[in-house]
């Protein structure tokens, strides 16, 4: 009961929210009912528009029916309508007129025949992926209209007139949308796809930054006692960015119906949009394999950890940075600084390979490396390695105890989580700590070359739609 | 010209093609055909149906709209369309009460409105997710009728005749959709759902198995030749998993209204093919992460990567024959048997645990393994990843010359992909080989662990959906 009681405050408050949210909503939903209530008054207003008669319900169905949020949906959705009308008229008449000229029966059996036909032929191609995505609605406006025109046809006698009335007050439904959609509060997609693109760049660089900054986190009970709440923040990142190809397909597929509204009229980029918003989808991956490395079975120590800790977060830092940096370019529409993304990532990169270098190292090896250094790169590279996984090594022995004991934690929580496949777990255990910890480095420099592809195509989106040239009073964000 | 004249020729193979993979397709588009024939006809056959007259294009109308391709999306859509007609319906009848009791001008405003009032109001509510999700389309037509017997009843006077008369013809056109969907030919969304999971579970499978072959392939040529024809088969494994989300939801809401038709009348699970869908999704982003790794830029030189090339090619079928399992379990509708699942996994994991152990040591340090073994595991743990590391090492050091050969070849490649951000690109070369493949390692393992997740659902949905048992005549598959 109280539960009832309480439900009305329920659903007031969830209005107030979305509606604080997103006030272009409550535009938008204004807009429909003044649409609605100006056709409804053409209706009532019998004098000035007698010729219309019963058909005004057609213009009532165009507003409810085609008045989307974006003008671009409603323009994509109004010329569907539009095309699929005049198509589907235009060919119930010379059906109309073929069995016109035929007796009674025949009349019945060929309109029947003609029904079937185009029906399934139409809905068959509605199946056609290149269909489905562009012209859909058009297709199902044009078979309803086809039918109902050959139908009524068999009793009305004067068709012509009638679809001369239905076209008229169609015509003005979409006028009616038309002028609600474009000039009142217009809403654009591709405005929307725009945001949409500034907002998951600045939620990977969230995400990548909370993400390297919990797995270097010393602080043990914080993370195990929050762990869903803390969670949070590296989820909702890059969740926006997984799941968001259709929905980006949409908005560029109506943004490319809007007129050029931009300063300079180029056409609208909506190609090299959906290429950033795949690139930007390939770079979550990397994310959420970072992420993975969070909860993974086997867990480095944090000792061991500790190790390339400052670099990873200055690494993960300047690629956060340079997502935002890139975000912000996109928001105000102008070219960003290429060198200094670059320098700063290239300063990340290196500190992160003398990191790997400059640990203490097992001994024998470390005297050959001077000798050596100068006149083989190739040989650098061994030493690089060998020094780094000895330093690990010769480190991860003194902190032996300390492994172990964080090794009996970890498998109590995991034994806590999840019971049920103990073998494999157990199993997974036996495997070196250190592999995680390299996975986590080369995933995080992964980043960096995924990074580059989110570059390159926001410089050619920064082309395709003009971007300001990059100023020398910008400078940094 | 020539294109114009190879267009027919073009579009009837696209068509012949569609229908060969999906003759339900084409099944479909038929029943379409024939259902509005059967409305067409009822139409012409006046003697019978004199009541209805002009309103047959309702059923017209519902047949065209509410006829989808599964029964689900077509109960979905039918009892959306009943409900908001009703509510609609019930709604304009009470406004009409008031409305009828006062003067002309006063009904003008009182209608105009509550047409506004309604209009806006319904808009609103549609942009709540769980009314999008559910009843988006029921919201639409309650508006659109709710308007259409408003105006309507302004001029016509005999609205309840109307509306019977309306209402009827709607029951005829939903009577004949309901005996389409369900009796003739009916496909189901719970089934279509069913087979997904289960070619997603067989993709993910091919792809890990192409992944992992393709990174210890030794014949570089063939790999750089067909490139793009020889990633294709990894890429089309998770490609469906990926972006597969709003696609599996809409499928199990369909899926929830259709009549239990399984032997057992078991509820239809759902939920559990969500779950099981966002657990695949979890595993094809380790699977993205582990086809990245493919083109990583840093790459470890093919001789280091063949110490551990038959232990995760093992692991590798391991997990694959695993999914496959799990798919053909979930095929037959049958508990598949854990344990020869995980006995397998254990074996694999072991091999390349051993193979991390076994690779030959620099010496030092392998001579205090045996005395420290038996008395501190976590110091075997140390041990092992030594050898692993330092046996890379030595074979790395004999190997010097191939690799630096290979590194060459490798940097002209990267050149020739893409020259733009050189600066970033070379600063990679600069880091250890060894982590990329410790990467590999590492996410591999990780596969595991989602595969035990994915393992876990699969458990699940075999509770709530009434699996058989696993029988003894089963065995492998």
């Known amino acids: 009961l109280e539960k009832v009681e309480r439900f009305p405050g329920f659903v007031w408050r969830a209005t107030l929210k979305m509606g604080n949210e997103d006030p272009r909503k409550v535009i938008h939903a204004l ?47 109004g010329l569907n309508r ?8 235009s060919l119930a008449f010379f059906i109309e007129y073929i069995a016109n000229e035929s007796d009674r029966i025949f ?88 945001n949409s693109i500034v907002s998951k760049l600045e939620g990977l660089a969230k995400s990548i ?12 009970e914080i993370k195990e ?37 931009s300063r300079h009229c180029y056409r609208y980029p909506c190609k090299q949009y959906i290429k950033l918003g795949a690139v930007l989808r390939q770079f979550g991956y990397t994310v959420v394999a970072l992420h993975g490395c969070l909860r993974t079975e086997i867990q480095t120590p944090r000792s061991v950890r500790a190790l390339l800790k400052d670099p990873c977060i200055r690494l993960a830092g300047e690629v956060s940075k340079a997502l935002k940096e890139l975000a912000s370019s996109i928001r105000i529409r102008r070219h960003c600084s290429l ?45 690089t390695k060998q020094n780094f996984f000895s330093g690990v090594l010769s480190l991860s022995k003194r902190e032996q105890l300390q492994t172990s004991k964080d090794q009996l934690a970890a498998a109590d929580e995991r034994k806590m989580l999840r019971k049920q496949m103990s073998k494999i ?15 986590f480095a ?24 003009g971007f300001d040239e990059f100023g020398d009073d910008h400078g940094h964000v």
């Not at 670059?342 to 005297?367: K, M, V, W």
């Open 31 to 77: 807009k429909v009912g003044v649409s609605l209530t100006l056709v409804t008054l053409l209706y009532i207003m019998e004098p000035s528009f007698e010729g219309i008669g019963d058909n005004a319900i057609w213009a009532v169905m165009t507003v409810v029916v085609v008045l989307e949020f974006t003008a671009g949906a409603t323009l994509c959705k």
């Open 82 to 89: 539009g095309l699929g009308t005049l198509i589907a008229g």
């Open 107 to 194: 009349r019945a059996v060929f309109i029947g025949t003609s029904v079937f036909l185009i029906g399934a032929i139409s809905t068959y191609m509605r199946f056609f992926p290149y269909i489905k995505r562009n012209y859909d609605y058009g297709v199902v406006i044009f078979l309803l209209t086809f039918n109902l025109i050959t139908v009524s046809s068999y009793r009305v006698d004067n068709v012509l007139q009638m679809a001369h009335e239905r076209f008229y007050t169609i015509a003005i439904g979409c006028g009616i949308c038309l002028l609600m959609t474009l000039l009142i509060f217009p809403h654009w997609s591709g405005e929307e796809l725009h």
């Open 209 to 220: 930054e909370a993400c390297v900054n919990e797995y270097f986190n010393d602080a043990d």
């Open 225 to 261: 006692t929050n762990d869903k709440s803390s969670e949070d923040p590296i989820y909702e990142g890059f969740k926006a960015v997984l799941d968001s190809k259709s929905n980006d397909e949409t908005m560029a597929l109506h943004a490319s119906w809007e007129p050029r509204h």
């Open 339 to 383: 060198n200094i993304l670059s320098d700063h990532l290239h300063g990340a990169l290196h500190d992160l390979n003398t990191a790997i270098t400059s640990q203490p190292s097992l001994g024998s090896n470390n005297s050959q490396a001077p000798m050596e250094k100068p006149s083989q790169p190739g040989q650098q590279h061994q030493q």
């Open 425 to 439: 777990t157990i199993t997974s255990l036996e495997f070196s700590e250190v592999l995680p910890l390299a996975a």
């Open 442 to 465: 080369s995933l995080l420099v992964e980043t960096v070359a995924k990074l580059d592809n989110v570059i390159t195509q926001v410089e050619e989106l920064g082309v395709f739609a």
